[in-house]
């Protein structure tokens, strides 16, 4: 078995007086596709953050690659580590086009006062063209769709040259058709770019469909960890959101139906 790349070792995070993850194990291998799911409020964003050491970490440790991750590391590590948030609005004033948007993911390597070079040009070239968007390169950012500027995102991880890629929510407030697209390029980005992922969601039927492991949170705790396969369970979906939730097949899939 491979070595792991990052791990959560009895992490307990609290902010103010109160308790928002507690007693976090767990451990993401190269490669692998992770998907973290739960209900609003269950610190899943929060969890997220601990890799790369945006969420400080008091109680239990953190580690990427064997170092652990501490204020003092975490620039380092974070040079190997891509966070994609949600989708948010961009003032169409905004004085940037796509392409420049993209290169801008090389700036934690180059400095953001330095010079950019062929290699980070070339790389984000090869993102724009992984994403689908070399076309919409000249494009000012605040012309794109919401789903354009997803990609955008995604575009600008890969520019940075990560190992290990966190999505957090990254199809949230897009179409049907915008999610699925996403969904994909993530898939696709995964295989080409041999990235460990780690994907918050809330579309339990993307998780099935995609990730090979699921780790479900409710109230700060790890409820369940595991196969994705095995987190189809009604029962279990059921605990997890607090609500009756149906397993049906589709063809030879299976979804959750609310």
Same mark, same amino acid.
């Given at each position: 078995?491979?070595?792991?790349?990052?791990?959560?070792?009895?992490?307990?995070?609290? %902010?103010?007086?109160?308790?928002?993850?507690?007693?976090?194990?767990?451990? =993401?291998?190269?490669?692998? %596709?992770?998907?973290?799911?739960?209900?609003?409020?269950?610190?899943?964003?929060?969890?997220?953050?601990?890799f790369?050491?945006?969420?400080?970490? *008091?109680?239990?440790?953190?580690?990427?690659?064997?170092? =652990? =991750?501490?204020?003092?590391?975490?620039?380092?590590?974070?040079?190997?580590?891509?966070?994609? %948030?949600?989708?948010?609005?961009i003032?169409?004033?905004?004085?940037?086009?796509?392409?420049?948007?993209?290169?801008?993911?090389?700036?934690?390597?180059?400095?953001?006062?330095?010079?950019?070079?062929?290699?980070?040009?070339?790389?984000?070239?090869?993102?724009? @063209?992984?994403?689908?968007?070399?076309?919409?390169?000249?494009?000012?950012?605040?012309?794109?769709?919401?789903?354009?500027?997803?990609?955008?995102?995604?575009a600008?991880?890969l520019?940075?040259?990560? @190992? %290990?890629?966190?999505?957090?929510?990254?199809?949230?407030?897009?179409?049907?058709?915008?999610?699925?697209?996403?969904?994909?390029?993530?898939?696709?980005? *995964?295989?080409?770019?041999?990235?460990?992922v780690?994907?918050?969601?809330?579309?339990?039927?993307?998780?099935?469909?995609?990730?090979?492991?699921?780790?479900?949170?409710?109230?700060?705790?790890?409820?369940?960890?595991?196969?994705?396969?095995?987190?189809v369970?009604? @029962?279990?979906?059921?605990?997890?959101?607090?609500?009756?939730?149906? =397993?049906?097949?589709?063809?030879?899939?299976?979804?959750?139906?609310?």
């Amino acid at each position: 078995m491979c070595p792991p790349l990052a791990q959560l070792k009895g992490v307990t995070v609290d %902010f103010g007086r109160g308790r928002v993850l507690d007693d976090i194990h767990l451990t =993401v291998r190269p490669g692998e %596709f992770w998907t973290l799911i739960g209900p609003n409020g269950a610190g899943k964003s929060t969890l997220l953050g601990l890799f790369n050491g945006l969420t400080p970490c *008091r109680w239990g440790s953190v580690t990427y690659n064997g170092r =652990v =991750v501490t204020p003092k590391t975490a620039p380092q590590i974070r040079l190997n580590i891509a966070h994609v %948030f949600q989708a948010t609005d961009i003032d169409p004033k905004m004085p940037m086009n796509v392409y420049e948007a993209v290169l801008a993911g090389t700036y934690s390597r180059t400095g953001l006062l330095k010079k950019t070079g062929n290699r980070e040009k070339e790389s984000a070239e090869r993102a724009l @063209e992984a994403v689908g968007l070399s076309r919409l390169a000249g494009r000012p950012i605040g012309h794109l769709s919401g789903g354009e500027r997803q990609r955008m995102a995604l575009a600008r991880a890969l520019a940075q040259e990560p @190992e %290990f890629l966190l999505l957090d929510e990254p199809t949230a407030s897009l179409d049907w058709q915008a999610q699925r697209e996403i969904l994909n390029v993530i898939a696709e980005l *995964r295989r080409q770019y041999r990235l460990a992922v780690f994907l918050v969601t809330h579309d339990l039927n993307a998780v099935f469909s995609m990730a090979a492991k699921v780790a479900m949170l409710k109230g700060g705790k790890l409820l369940w960890t595991g196969a994705a396969h095995e987190a189809v369970d009604p @029962e279990l979906l059921g605990l997890l959101y607090s609500v009756p939730i149906t =397993v049906a097949a589709c063809g030879e899939r299976r979804v959750a139906l609310f």
